[in-house]
């Protein structure tokens, strides 16, 4: 009788908890945005003196009402090249994904040639290192850091560990003037990824808007997440606290 008043217990108090992992290049912003997202939800003031994540720093959120009573534990991890082997250690134990892209360094390109830039698939190796193969062909095309943000987010995609996990991708950086519009990243960029030879397994994905440093975008993101780890809690199981 005590083991079933225990359980009866811990199933009314415990809560799902679902792990979220924050990827993308080196200075895209993740660390501002775990900051940002752990002020919004435990009404802290943010640090967002950041300085280049070596290894990991994670924290966890327990969402208010209207909500649903769960826990998200948020990895966030270095973006540098040398630490982006890290990131497959993560993978079979997140729930979702967030790739953090810099808006304000993906170039000057026109919808057209970003579209064309993310059709260079090619067929190099394309690692997560993202400087195998980088076709520019067109010199006066100032892409930033485009080709390497592909090729890292298309091993992402590639990665079988990865499979069905829910994908966002946030579109960081809008309060900078020089930045990149939303509609330009998702329709030129990373549409074409998805839909490429690389990106092909079907999976929940949206791209959003949003500026880690002003906190505009985080709240709709982290809903974003907390509907979609839950639609796909059945593929990936969250663990209870
Ligand atoms: N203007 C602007 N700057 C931002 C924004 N988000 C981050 N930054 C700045 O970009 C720089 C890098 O931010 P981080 O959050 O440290 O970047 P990161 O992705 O964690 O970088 P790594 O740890 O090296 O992978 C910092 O100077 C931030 O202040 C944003 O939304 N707008
Ligand atoms: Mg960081």
Redesign the pocket.
Known sequence: MYHLFKSIYLHATSKEEYSIL?L????????????QIKAAYSASNPN???????GQNVTTVSLPPPNPPIYLKIW?????HS?RGLWQSYYTSCHAIVF?I?S?DVGNATLAELSSAANNAGGGGGGANGIDDAPNHNPDIDNGRLEECRLVLESVLQNEDCAGVPILVLA?????EDCVEVVRIKEGFVRKVFEGEKGESVRDSRVLP?????G?GVREAVEWLCSRVQWNKEGRPPVMR
Do not use: H, I, W, Y
């Open positions: 924050l993308g290049l080196d200075n895209a912003g993740k660390t501002t945005l775990l900051e967002l003196r950041t300085v280049p994540t070596v966030d991890v270095g973006g540098q630490l953090v810099d304000s960081n950086k809008q309060d900078r949003c500026s880690a440093l002003t505009t």
